[in-house]
């Protein structure tokens, strides 16, 4: 290898030189003079303090980037489960332990240590993280609080509000209360902190939106409730129904109670007959299909519409007149409906409950005790043996109490509607209250509820429905409806059916029913009876189909057809619908949504197909045909699909 001849002898040595005389030094300047005499120019001490405190800052950011990253990553995953967390409480069901283990264990991971809070503290940009992990502490103190009440309330409540325990009810009431204020202010901080270090993910911020939305909406409702049950009286109206003779809200009314709520303890529930407030109801001209078998709109048949709040409403109305026509003035917060489904599981549950009469009732003679005493002493007896039982409810039986009670609701073996309008918010808002499903301007989906009404001689059917549903490639939606039932009873079953679509749905063509026409027995106007407003607007929509008889009118919010059917002891009919729903605009990857809710006490099942239109299939089926089916149709059902470009 062949070197620079001004090189040293390394090769890894290149042109080293004897130093140069810095610039601006006198002559005589050697290695040897004293350093302080070296003058640097200005301009250059300052480029040099730049640099060294550019690779400060630099080295800064690169550990505080990391930090703040990690303090991100720790962030993010605990506030994301805290609203989870949130969520659960909010939506419940839910594990009281599970939940609570699992707000212990990030309240246990998000404390910084003090040298950690002195460090945030001094940097401008970081000083509210603190702020932040304090948010989430507290907000993870708060959940566990409010998870411990409210299994408090799931253990006690009952026992309190049946038991004379009404004073410590309310307390408890009121501390939940407070503690979902906590939670929604604290959430809010912590949601706005999160937001601001791009901690919260827009799946975690959008539930967040929506549970907090919910949560104001409980505590709403909870002030309500507690102002409700703070009364020195109130009163809530229950109505027993009869679901062997259909009504399109539920059964025929049977019986209702005055349930006395004071201080927060129920202190009473008086049964009585329906038919005893008749002779103080008005003459109220009865819904068309009605006027068949009877001349006025009885208190009993008025639970007439699908939709219970609007039946609800109707009876409570008419009730507190009749009552005040009767010399009796209670204004009702309330109505409860109870199918016999209630009454059955009741008594499973709780069974051999002892009466005051000396009597014992069970599962096996509910039946023969209730010909025995007579239906109304029947009631009252048992409403008073279960109060008394209330204060000793096993453990074991209010867990199986609860369980039953929810099936009620999901099956609408009970029905809630409260005159107060947050009260009244929630119960829809879960379900629990019997309205029918309301969509949204724009809905992209179909819709079926099939109800009956029992003219004359009540029913022991069940109908079998087959729903095949095609959508075209322009967005229209063609619908075949197979309904086929059974007569099980022993006498002759006549039906008013109503099916109830989307609004704007037209109709087709109805084969199979029975051709009938009503025909007024007398003229109402001349005869001083009053026409129902609701009603009225109702059939003043009405159009009947001149070959089938069929009729196609207008209910808020959806579109309905009706017919008759009329089935011998024994036979089965099957009646087939055609019609067309409103058409929608194909968007690939679009939400369709299928909903189907039938009326309290029915027994049905459901048979669902629907066919994409050509060069499109359904994301969940991986095929052009989504199938459902039911052999025990819920109240109400919710398919949510996704068509696809195939």
Do not use: C
């Amino acid at each position: 290898m062949s070197l620079n001849k001004r090189s040293n002898n390394e090769p890894s040595i290149n042109d080293i030189r004897k130093p140069e005389k810095p610039r601006g030094l006198k002559d005589g300047w050697s290695r040897k003079s004293d350093l302080s005499s070296i003058h640097v120019p200005r301009s250059d001490r300052g480029l040099r303090m730049l640099a060294a405190l550019g690779a400060v800052v630099v080295i800064v950011a690169i550990l505080g980037g990391g930090y703040l990253f990690l303090l991100r990553e720790e962030a993010t995953k605990s506030t994301n489960s805290l609203f989870e967390s949130l969520s659960s409480m909010v939506y419940g069901p839910f594990s009281p332990e599970n939940s609570v283990q699992s707000v212990q264990s990030v309240g246990q991971s998000i404390a910084p240590s003090g040298y950690e809070v002195s460090l945030l503290n001094a940097i401008p940009l970081l000083k509210n993280v603190p702020v932040g992990f304090s948010d989430m502490q507290k907000f993870a103190d708060v959940m566990i609080q409010t998870q411990a009440s409210l299994a408090q309330l799931r253990s006690t409540g009952m026992d309190l509000f049946i038991g004379g325990g009404g004073s410590q009810l309310l307390s408890q009431l009121e501390n939940i209360d407070a503690d979902f204020k906590n939670i929604s202010a604290v959430g809010d901080s912590l949601r706005n902190l999160a937001a601001e270090f791009n901690a919260l993910t827009p799946d975690a911020a959008n539930s967040y939106f929506s549970t907090g939305s919910d949560l104001q909406r409980e505590t709403d409702a909870l002030d309500s409730m507690i102002a409700l049950l703070q009364q020195p009286s109130s009163h809530v109206l229950l109505l027993f129904e009869n679901t062997n003779i259909e009504r399109p809200g539920g059964g025929r009314i049977t019986a209702y109670a005055d349930a006395t709520i004071t201080n927060g303890s129920l202190t009473g529930i008086t049964v009585n007959d329906i038919n005893s407030l008749q002779a103080y109801d008005q003459k109220l001209m009865p819904p068309l299909q009605l006027q068949t078998v009877e001349t006025s709109w009885k208190l009993r048949d008025s639970d007439w519409f699908f939709d219970f709040p609007t039946s609800a409403a109707k009876i409570l109305s008419r009730v507190q007149n009749a009552e005040s026509a009767e010399g009796v003035q209670e204004q009702y917060s309330g109505v409860i409906a109870l199918s016999p489904q209630v009454i059955q599981d009741l008594v499973d549950v709780l069974g051999p409950i002892q009466l005051p009469d000396g009597g014992k009732v069970t599962a096996v003679n509910l039946d023969s005790e209730e010909t025995n005493l007579g239906y109304i002493p029947f009631l009252n007896q048992l409403m008073s043996a279960l109060q008394e039982r209330a204060a000793n409810f096993s453990g074991d039986e209010k867990s199986n109490l609860l369980a039953v009670a929810s099936d009620w609701m999901s099956n609408r073996d009970v029905r809630l509607y409260f005159t107060d309008s947050k009260i009244e918010s929630l119960v829809n808002t879960y379900d629990a209250g019997g309205q029918t499903y309301q969509t949204a301007s724009g809905y992209v989906g179909d819709y079926l509820a099939v109800v009956h009404t029992d003219i004359g001689n009540g029913s022991l059917s069940k109908d079998s429905l087959s729903l095949r549903t095609t959508v075209e490639t322009d967005g229209t939606i063609d619908n075949n409806l197979d309904i086929t039932r059974v007569n099980n009873s022993d006498s002759l079953n006549q039906e008013y059916f109503q099916i109830i679509v989307p609004s704007g749905s037209q109709l087709i063509s109805v084969i199979g029913n029975t051709h009938n026409t009503v025909t007024p027995s007398i003229n109402y106007k001349h005869s001083g009876y009053l026409e129902d407003q609701d009603v009225s607007s109702t059939e003043a929509t009405r159009e009947v189909d001149p070959d089938s008889l069929a009729e196609s009118y207008n209910i808020p919010g959806k579109a309905v057809f009706g017919f008759w059917l009329t089935l011998l002891p024994g036979i089965t009919s099957t009646v087939s619908v055609t019609y067309d729903s409103p058409q929608i605009k194909l968007v690939n990857g679009e939400n369709y949504q299928f909903v189907a809710e039938r009326q309290p006490g029915e027994n049905a099942s459901l048979i669902y197909s629907i066919q994409a239109p050509q060069g499109w299939q359904w994301q969940q089926a991986k095929d052009s045909t989504y199938l459902y089916s039911s052999t025990d149709l819920p109240a109400r059902t919710v398919l949510n699909l996704n068509l696809i470009k195939s």
